[in-house]
């Protein structure tokens, strides 16, 4: 550490300064221990002034000579040079690092000495505060009794630690995201995991009558028999990411096999080497490529039971199931997929046993692919399946003349592929919608007994997003798939129509079982409390009488109760049973029901409940 310029004249003469060291002309202000030291000693004796440890950043080496009154001979790199100051005599760089040191430590000091004045002065502004506020809420209590200072400092640490806390838990939980910091995460039930999913209201108001047969989708689907689920797989509905589900993402007996690298997975019965599923991703495209249900229906017996004899065929149901999306959507992802080189050639389109012919069905590009197709020319081509295209894929197909579109008048044929395709949807085992994943999950484990293993995700970005269009071009689309429009539309209804009452059946099933338990442990209670007390009296019956009357009579009224109880319970119970007889017997006759309800014995009746019940 430096040496104060203003302390030389006294210990010894000045000396010439280095060249590349300016001469000092000022005296410093003196923050070490060390400094003030050798302001303040005699000027005789350096080596006395100099009796305590080091400046911080000197080696001890430096100082362990002791100074004296002689003139300090110059070095022999120094040699010529005029005799420096202690501090002069360091070389350039441990001066630079002394410097920065000293620097450094004084602006720490500062520092801190601020921060803690601060404190003080907030801690000071805050008692004052905290006690004008203390005196108003507790001024009124000072006629009771007041408060000695332990309480008053511990009301006041109670307080800070509050402030504390919610400081702490402003910095955790910023804004909104922190659901503590919600009022309604303490008022509010629970959400329920099949909230709307397409950020619309819950409640919907249906359009459509449907029957109770047409909401209840009960399939007895036994996967150790001949039954099979057949996917009807529409391009770009995400019919991929639900194949993926079916053989990847179920509870089964016996899982798929899905080999590394390979698209099919093995998708066998229990102790059988046969499939219960004929999708992509366990037999691949069996029926051609995006079979429809016309091929579909056609093809998939002949291929299952194709090598076996008719008469060894056994009696299979199957069960179709699909996957519909929004139009707009759908049409856009198909562009934007056509637009990238997908051509689905590979398609047969087979209807009435053959393909449909290049005049039938012309081609809407020249090439190998419409790669680069630009949307306008997309929507422009009049022989485009992508129009229409979920009305066409589950209509049949033979009820129009396939694809020949000289057999009736295109308006007639469009409603008849409607309502085809409607009556074709409403009587499938199993449809889903796009937009509503968990929902479609949901339905899918209820209808088929299947429960997936993880929940099914809701992507709302998807390419068919991140096209932007204006409302012609949207209007547009809609026109050129007007079906399909009014197809999504009576889906979703029947679709939304079906998991409401599903909701509203488990509810009451969980409601009744409720009733029945509660109804079981009563029954087995009042059972045990009558039998114990039965007990007691067999063993001790004299004693009882003799000793403690009062008790016997207590007893007595206590058993009298619980029989009359009984008694009432088993009465409101028949009464109950003959009103679902008179119900379904108008004529039997009434008295009669009433002398059989009151010869029974209502203790027994009830216990002969609870063992069923048990």
Not at 39 to 64: I, L, M, Y
Not at 115 to 120: D, I
Not at 194 to 199: A, G, I, L, M
Request: charged share 25%; proline share 6%; with cysteine.
């Amino acid at each position: 550490m430096a040496l104060p310029a203003c302390a030389a004249p006294v210990l010894w003469p000045p000396l010439q300064p280095e060249r590349e060291a300016p001469a000092r002309t000022t005296c410093p202000r003196r923050h070490s221990r060390v400094e003030a030291e050798l302001a303040e000693s005699r000027p005789g004796s350096v080596a006395a002034s100099v009796r305590a440890d080091p400046p911080r950043g000197v080696s001890r080496g430096f100082n362990s000579q002791p100074l004296t009154d002689e003139p300090l001979k110059a070095s022999s790199s120094q040699a010529g040079a005029a005799r420096a100051p202690l501090f002069a005599l360091l070389p350039r760089g441990r001066r630079r690092r002394m410097h920065d040191l000293r620097r450094r430590w004084d602006l720490g000091s500062l520092c801190r000495a601020l921060l803690t004045r601060g404190l003080a002065a907030l801690g000071h502004s805050l008692k004052h505060v905290l006690g004008a506020i203390f005196s108003k809420i507790f001024g009124p209590l000072a006629s009771v009794g007041n408060m000695d200072e332990k309480s008053n400092k511990l009301l006041l640490a109670l307080v800070m630690l509050f402030l504390f806390a919610v400081i702490v838990l402003q910095y955790v939980c910023p804004g909104t995201e922190c659901q503590l910091l919600r009022l309604q995460a303490f008022s509010s039930p629970m959400p329920d995991p099949y909230r709307s999913e397409d950020e619309s209201s819950a409640r919907f108001v249906p359009r459509y009558n449907f029957s109770r047969s047409d909401l209840l989708r009960k399939v007895d689907f036994d996967i150790k028999g001949d039954d099979l689920i057949v996917f009807l797989h529409i391009q770009k509905t995400g019919g991929t990411t639900f194949g993926r589900h079916l053989v990847r993402n179920i509870q089964l007996e016996q899982p798929c096999e899905c080999r590394v690298g390979q698209k099919k997975c093995t998708c066998h019965r229990p102790g059988k080497r046969e499939t219960w599923l004929f999708s992509r991703f366990s037999t691949g495209w069996s029926c051609g490529l995006h079979a429809d249900w016309t091929e579909l229906t056609s093809c998939v017996p002949a291929v299952v039971d194709g090598k076996r004899d008719a008469k060894l065929r056994p009696s299979r149901n199957f069960h179709y199931i699909t996957i519909l999306r929004d139009p707009v959507s759908r049409y856009l992802s198909e562009w934007r997929h056509v637009q990238r080189g997908a051509t689905w050639k590979a398609s047969l389109h087979v209807c009435d046993g053959r393909p449909p012919t290049s005049e039938e069905l012309p081609s809407c590009y020249t090439g190998d692919d419409w790669s680069g197709c630009p949307l306008k020319e997309f929507m422009d081509c009049p022989y485009n399946l992508a129009n229409n295209r979920q009305v066409r894929m589950l209509s049949d197909l033979t009820l129009v003349g396939c694809y020949n579109l000289s057999v009736m008048p295109e308006k007639q044929r469009n409603k008849v592929l409607l309502e085809s395709a409607k009556s074709n949807l409403k009587h499938m085992a199993f449809f889903g919608l796009t937009e509503f994943q968990r929902k479609t999950q949901y339905l899918f484990e209820k209808t088929f007994n299947m429960n997936f293993i993880s929940p099914f995700t809701q992507y709302n970005t998807t390419r068919a997003s991140s096209v932007e269009i204006n409302e012609e071009i949207q209007k547009r689309i809609e026109g050129l798939n007007f079906l399909d429009m009014e197809l999504y539309s009576y889906a979703k209804d029947l679709f939304l129509q079906r998991y409401q009452f599903m909701r509203q059946k488990d509810h009451q099933d969980a409601r009744r079982k409720r009733q029945e338990q509660r109804k079981f442990l009563k029954g087995r209670f009042l059972q045990t409390h009558f039998q114990s007390q039965g007990q007691v009296q067999s063993q001790n019956p004299s004693q009882n009488q003799s000793q403690n009357p009062n008790v016997n009579a207590n007893q007595n009224v206590t058993q009298n109760l619980i029989q009359n109880l009984l008694q009432n319970l088993t009465q409101s119970s028949s009464q109950n049973s003959v009103q679902k007889e008179n119900r379904e017997s108008p004529k039997q006759n009434p008295g009669q029901e009433q002398s059989d309800s009151n010869t029974s014995n209502g203790t027994n009746d009830y216990i002969g409940s609870v063992e069923k019940w048990r």
